[in-house]
Each structure stands twice: as structure tokens, then as C-alpha cells.
């Protein structure tokens, strides 16, 4: 049986805390994981703890090297799916056949996303003709805006059942979990709400994710494993519903 972690940070430029390849292989050794989606730490893409951040040729080498370290991930012991972690360059043309998915994040306390720039919109473009989900972590208006607005027919993989989104029931209120692009992950996430969007929504759009290397893989499986929800739900989350969101993706698989 497939169990696939949809929510890993992994790189070799930013170890505090440790979230190599090998960092990871060790956190799963005993647990039955057998694959990943994969995207770099956010401290190899921007500086997040600068508001005021502007980009310079080195972020801009330190992020490309860090999504292409997720590329050449070949060959190793489970199944990665590296996604394409994007910021303000909106370096679509980066984006490759071995790409499963797109990284897009920022708290609110973080430098912002150039939305208004026209090459964002290129970027989207490219996104949706890809048919790549995009894992959304921003705040909770521009949460609105991406899927409402900006990003239309696109997947959306909302993290933590929106924890750092604005949270689970904001994020209900919005209509957001019911709109069919939107899907969630069940990172760091609390049993109950994840219950009670089974009990409210159906399973179909949800995904077992860690969040490694800030949640533990191994113990947000068990959290799953604990739901008093069928074993066919449960294999659906862990494994089914993200290989049916990338059968979308088709020609690049
Ligand atoms: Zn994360």
C-alpha cells in the first residue's frame, strides 16, 4: 500500500533545523511512508524575516539551487515529488516536466507577493495550463483573493486545514472548502477538524501531510491511523486522492 507525505520541506542550504533528503529518510526508517511531495525550506527562497525583503542575484541563485537540489532527488529509497517553490521573480520558466506540484507561502509578517505584477499572472498561466495544485500558505485575504480571483481553476492545497491561513473556520466561512478547486492538508492540523471536514465535506480533497521538518512524520501518520473513520478513507488520504490529483497532471507523469 502507498502512504505518500503531501507536505515535506527538504534542502541542504538551510539546516536549522537539519531537512536534507537523508534527515527525512531517517525521520520515516520504521514507518511505512513510501513516498513524498517535496519543496525547499522557505529560508532558501526568501528572507522571512525581513518585512521589507528585496530580492538580489544571490537569493535568486540560493533559490534556484535549492529547487533544483528537489529535481535531482532521483533514484532514492521512496517516491519524491518535488514541487516548484515560487516568489516574487515568478520564474515560471523554471518549472519542468519532473514538477508534481507548486509551493506558494507567506505569513503575514513576511515580505508580500507582487500579485499585481503582470508576470504573476503569467506565472498562474503557466500553473493552470500545467494543471500543477498549488499549495497555498498566505493570509487569509489573499487566501480569498488567489482561489476567488487570481488563480481561478486552479488546485488549491490549502495546509494544516488552514491553521496559517486564518484559520479552519474562517476558511469555512468563506466558502472556500467548498469550492471543488480547493482541497486541504491535514499538517500539524487537530483531529477534530479534520473530522469534522470528513463529517462536513467528504475525504475526496483531503491529504495526509507532516509538514517535516516541524511535524513528525511517523506521529502525524498515527493521527490519521487514530481517526474512527473506515480503512478506505484513510488509504484514499494518504495515498489515493493526491495520485488522482496528479493523474491530472497526465503527460508530464
Ligand atoms: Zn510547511
Redesign the pocket.
Known amino acids: 500500500m502507498k502512504i505518500i507525505d503531501s507536505?515535506v520541506?527538504c534542502g541542504i542550504q538551510d539546516t536549522y533545523p537539519p531537512q536534507a533528503l537523508d534527515d527525512y529518510l531517517y525521520a520515516i526508517k520504521d514507518s511505512p511512508i513510501t513516498g513524498a511531495a517535496m519543496?525547499p525550506p522557505?529560508m532558501e527562497i526568501y528572507d522571512r524575516t525581513d518585512p521589507f525583503f528585496t530580492d538580489t542575484p544571490e537569493w535568486r541563485s540560493r533559490r534556484q539551487a535549492a529547487n533544483e537540489y528537489l529535481l535531482a532527488l532521483q533514484g532514492c529509497p521512496i517516491d519524491v515529488f518535488p514541487y516548484f517553490f515560487i516568489w516574487n521573480d515568478f520564474a515560471a520558466r523554471q518549472i519542468t516536466d519532473g514538477h508534481y506540484g507548486i509551493k506558494w507561502?507567506r505569513h503575514d509578517d513576511e515580505p508580500q507577493y507582487h500579485y499585481d505584477d503582470p508576470a504573476c499572472l503569467a506565472a498562474i498561466a503557466a500553473i493552470r495550463e500545467r494543471k500543477l495544485p498549488v499549495?497555498l500558505?498566505e493570509e487569509l485575504g489573499n487566501t480569498i483573493r488567489f482561489v476567488n480571483e487570481i488563480a481561478r481553476g486552479v488546485r488549491v492545497i490549502i495546509?494544516?486545514m488552514g491553521m496559517l491561513n486564518g484559520g479552519y473556520r474562517q476558511i469555512a466561512a468563506a466558502g472556500l472548502w467548498d469550492n471543488p478547486d480547493v482541497w486541504a492538508d491535514t499538517?500539524l492540523a487537530s483531529s477534530s477538524e479534520i473530522l469534522d471536514y470528513i463529517n462536513c465535506r467528504g475525504h475526496e480533497r483531503l491529504l495526509f501531510g507532516s509538514?517535516f521538518p516541524?511535524g513528525h512524520p511517523p506521529a502525524e501518520l498515527a493521527k490519521i491511523d487514530r481517526l474512527n473513520i473506515d480503512d478506505d478513507i484513510k488509504a484514499d488520504i494518504c495515498a489515493n486522492n493526491l495520485l488522482r490529483l496528479y493523474e491530472r497532471i497526465g503527460q508530464f507523469t
Request: no cysteine.
Open positions: 507536505h520541506h519543496f522557505v507561502h499549495v500558505e495546509p494544516h499538517a509538514d516541524f
